[in-house]
């Protein structure tokens, strides 16, 4: 009887082969459900797995080259409408609008060379909007299609070259790790590592990049799960979409879901649509964390998508709760744009996610970088129309300091707006165009502040509303809080982005707090 054992614990192993392993895993998984895995036992092939191993079998008279191939062409196919599909991602044949987005994404990494992915010339287009069931006009998205690629043969490895037995070493070529250099000597293996290897492409999570921050090229993110238990993993890769679950929910689905502005944002999106499902550790995500490899073009390669950054996440942060209050409203949305290709350009609405989830793996202050995002007026004036979506993130914030920061601004700002109105009952003038002009001015001098002590002055005066005689309720409460927080010169940034926030996120009480101009927008009352 031929066999072949993974374990976790191989010493030898590396993230890409734990995450190869979890994808192995899944594919099992996905036989088991409809019915492939049946076909393969009459063959003679069977594999199962437990929380911690792969086992592969197959009867005595089948070679082992041949009975991979047979695995393989069970585990790697391409639709009707030559889209790449692997039944260990766990999509279902109903939704081609999130797979044409992971086609695009295997295209764009695994298998950037037209030779690895033989299909008819041109391209493909798929309306998302039939496929997703959304309303109004076509929303196509282009696609290479396919005839077959690269896993389904094993190709440029030398597995599957000679019959029988699997050979000593075989390489590791591009479209098995992407952004591998093999440099003057080729990337070689044991063959049953590289059989393994095979599978990184189905245990890695894949992403559209959609960034206009930092002048980016990352045009993708491959999240490199690093599995821990082959058991929870699967369920928590099949479970979003598996008919039987009672956990079935939309907005785990469609092509939207793989549209994100930066790698990291992808890993903190994949765990936090897990969060309404349980707690996020690594008992329960099968999983200690990820490798987030961003891909795009770099200065010294324009011939092709390269690595452009490595990030390690892991699976808790203090303030996670602020990314998911910002990605369960419109700061999440998409924009679709019209190309005149007829094709359409989806990126993000908003940054902000981005930005949060970028802070949070790199262990920064989640909203650091606001205040060089909305320097310009224009961004200052678009979040304004997303103020539903900062006042959850508001709602979010864990860390007390932030808390009693932004409640203290608030405190000023609910000053202002009262003497505004008073202003505009007394003289008879435009309520809005005084608040306007007045949050202009703030915004402004926020910016212009170089220093702790002038922003703290200046932050001091404004909360108690400019007079000796009127206190700030918040800082009364938590002196202690905040005299530390004041007396560190390199919280100078951070009170900046905090006063912005404020500013941005402030829900008026009574709708004289707010002028039109802003009542307008959602979640403002």
């Known amino acids: ?61 089948m070679g082992d080259t041949e009975a991979l191939r047979q695995v393989l062409q069970a585990s790697f196919r391409v639709t009707e409408g030559k889209l790449i599909d692997l039944p260990g991602h766990g999509i279902p044949s109903y939704r081609d609008a999130e797979r044409v987005a992971v086609h695009n994404a295997i295209v764009g990494t695994f298998l950037q060379h037209n030779k690895m992915r033989p299909g008819e010339k041109g391209t493909r287009s798929l309306n998302i909007a039939n496929a997703d069931q959304e309303d109004g006009p076509p929303i196509l998205i282009s696609y290479k299609p396919v005839n077959s690629f690269a896993h389904q043969s094993a190709q440029g490895t030398r597995l599957l070259d000679k019959n029988g037995s699997l050979p000593g070493t075989a390489k590791i070529p591009q479209s098995v790790v992407p952004g591998a250099m093999s440099g003057s000597v080729p990337l070689e293996a044991p063959g049953d590592e590289v059989f393994l290897l095979l599978y990184l492409i189905v245990g890695c999570p894949l992403y559209l990049v959609r960034s206009d921050s930092w002048k980016e090229k990352v045009q993708f993110g491959i999240l490199v799960p690093d599995v821990s238990n082959l058991k929870q993993f699967v369920l928590r890769v099949h479970r979003n979409h598996d008919k039987a679950s009672m956990i079935e929910r939309s907005d785990l689905s469609g092509y939207n879901n793989r549209i994100v502005g930066g790698a990291e944002e992808a890993a903190i999106h994949f765990m936090v649509q897990r969060l309404a499902e349980g707690r996020i550790d690594n008992n329960y995500m099968g999983i200690s964390g990820f490798q987030a490899i ?25 303030e996670i709760d602020i990314y998911r209050a910002a990605a369960s409203s419109r700061l999440n949305e998409k924009r679709k744009i019209p190309l005149k290709t007829g094709d359409t350009f989806v990126k993000p609405a908003s940054r902000f996610p981005a930005l949060i989830a970028a802070n949070l793996a790199a262990d920064r202050h989640w909203c650091d970088g606001l205040k060089e995002w909305i320097g310009e007026q224009s961004e200052f004036r678009q979040l304004n129309y997303m103020r539903e979506g900062l006042v959850r993130m508001k709602n979010a914030i864990r860390n007390e300091q932030d808390k009693v920061i932004v409640e203290a601004f608030h405190e000023g700002l609910r000053r202002m707006y009262g003497q505004k109105g008073d202003r505009a ?21 926020i910016l ?62 009574d709708k004289n707090d707010v002028p039109e101009a802003q009542n307008s927008t959602e979640g403002v009352r």
């Open 294 to 318: 961003a891909m795009g073009k770099v200065a010294w390669d324009g011939n092709q998508i390269n690595r452009s950054s490595m990030r390690a996440i892991r699976l808790h942060y203090d």
């Open 1 to 61: 009887m031929g066999r072949l054992i993974y374990k976790l614990d191989n010493p030898a192993y590396t993230i890409y082969h734990r995450a190869a392993l979890g994808g192995l895993a899944s594919t099992l998984y996905a036989w088991s459900k409809e019915g492939a895995e049946g076909e393969l036992a009459d063959k003679g092939i069977r594999g199962h797995y437990d929380e911690t191993s792969v086992t592969m079998e197959w009867d005595d008279g």
């Open 448 to 509: 212009r502040m170089k220093t702790m002590e002038s922003l703290f002055g200046w932050f001091v005066q404004f909360c108690s509303g400019g007079s000796a005689g009127k206190g700030i309720s918040a800082f009364g409460k938590h002196k202690e809080l905040l005299l530390p927080f004041f007396n560190e010169p390199r919280n100078h940034a951070r009170l900046q982005n905090l006063c912005l926030f404020a500013m941005l996120s402030y829900e008026g009480t």
């Open 425 to 445: 009952s007394k003289e008879g003038t435009s309520f809005a165009r005084l608040t306007e002009v007045e949050l202009e001015r703030i915004r402004n001098t």
